[in-house]
């Protein structure tokens, strides 16, 4: 069985091909990084342009990819254009058994793209199509890796938009045990490297910054530890920040260099984030009685987070899983994965016409709504 994963949620177009006998065996991917940066942030309707013009070369490569590993030639992620020749089979069904596409939650126009393209070419090959939840698919893509998670575990999704504490059972048993009140952590990180000067996306490029900071120059607050629950708060932190900045500034105490004060300050934000997750995630482990600990989304991928938890569980006696980086972030792996694991026989091929939301994109989606397959 093979799974067509596409995914358009926000600023990445990712497209995938997982085989269930042999894996993953088609990934490719594009950023829009490069376009954003100019605006400090996502831009939807220059995203949603996007997804349209790299969607279809993207589909192509995927293909090419699958049948060079049929033809035992090696695989590797790849993020150029389509081959020149169509020797790929997009016109004739070339043995995809259905069309996974992120239906929500995301940007709106951006997801419509995904939507369009993916219900367009399930039935022009007559194969279904599947909305797949995006964070279910950030849950299930530590699946992908070699060291899988068993079920039950508890899952820690941090990305730009969600920070959250998830109690998996199995798939589309989800349990929410807590979440950001504010900002995710992932928006933290970003507006906060916009007040240290840094390009966008502002994670990366405030963890490479907080690398030659001072662990001990500032401490940050760690919000909401000091009292019961799982749920997390980082608005606070970007204040934080922002008062450290201007009181130094204005002072200009300690003497040194302007460099020198933003990759302090940088440091203590990135202490302060990860110190709490791995606060709570400590906390959630106890309280539930799991010893299987995933992280995934776009934060998931900074290296102090990963080093801090594997820290903590190997003291709780637990087991750490984390996709490997590139599939951190918004890709297409995870949806032809989780497609792979909501896909039967059953599944509808076409939406019900008088259905006004046929493309079935859902902006907000919880994802302890979902069921079971």
């Not at 399930?122 to 992908?144: K, R, T």
């Not at 991928?301 to 190997?314: D, I, K, T």
Request: contains cysteine.
């Amino acid at each position: 069985m093979r799974i067509l994963g596409i995914e358009t949620s926000c600023d990445e177009t990712g497209v995938a091909i997982y085989d269930s006998e042999r894996g993953l065996i088609a990934h490719a991917l594009h950023s829009q990084a490069a376009i954003h940066n100019a605006y400090g942030g996502v831009v939807p309707e220059i995203a949603s342009r996007d997804h349209i013009r790299r969607l279809l070369p993207l589909v192509r490569n995927a293909l090419h990819q699958a049948k060079g590993q049929a033809n035992g030639q090696s695989n590797g992620q790849s993020n150029g254009d389509a081959p020149k020749s169509d020797d790929t089979g997009y016109g004739a069904n070339p043995g995809i058994d259905a069309i996974a596409y992120t239906a929500g939650p995301g940007l709106a126009g951006a997801l419509l793209v995904g939507a369009c393209f993916a219900r367009s070419l399930a039935f022009a090959w007559q194969v279904p199509a599947l909305g797949i939840h995006h964070l279910e698919g950030h849950l299930l893509a530590p699946m992908l890796e070699r060291k899988a998670p068993r079920f039950p575990f508890l899952a820690l999704l941090v990305s730009g938009g969600h920070t959250q504490l998830v109690e998996a059972k199995g798939v589309g048993e989800y349990r929410l045990l807590g979440e950001s009140l504010d900002d995710a952590a992932g928006e933290a990180f970003d507006k906060v490297a916009t007040l240290l000067g840094l390009s966008y996306p502002g994670g990366p490029a405030l963890a490479k910054l907080a690398q030659e900071g001072d662990p001990h120059r500032f401490r940050f607050p760690r919000p909401m530890t000091d009292r019961p629950g799982l749920d997390f708060s980082f608005s606070g932190l970007k204040t934080c920040a922002l008062d450290t900045l201007r009181k130094e500034k204005r002072s200009n105490a300690k003497g040194g260099s302007d460099e020198g004060l933003r990759a302090d300050v940088a440091r203590a934000f990135e202490d302060a984030v990860v110190d709490t997750m791995v606060i709570k995630c400590r906390r959630a482990l106890r309280e539930s009685g799991l010893s299987n600990l995933i992280v995934s989304g776009g934060v998931g991928a900074n290296l102090r987070l990963r080093a801090s938890l594997e820290e903590m569980v190997q003291e709780e006696k637990a087991d750490l899983h984390c996709p490997r980086i590139e599939f951190c972030t918004d890709n297409g792996a995870m949806i032809a994965y989780a497609g792979s694991r909501r896909f039967s026989p059953n599944s509808k091929t076409e939406p019900d016409i008088d259905d006004p939301n046929a493309f079935g994109i859902k902006v907000r989606w919880r994802l302890e709504d979902l069921t079971p397959p």
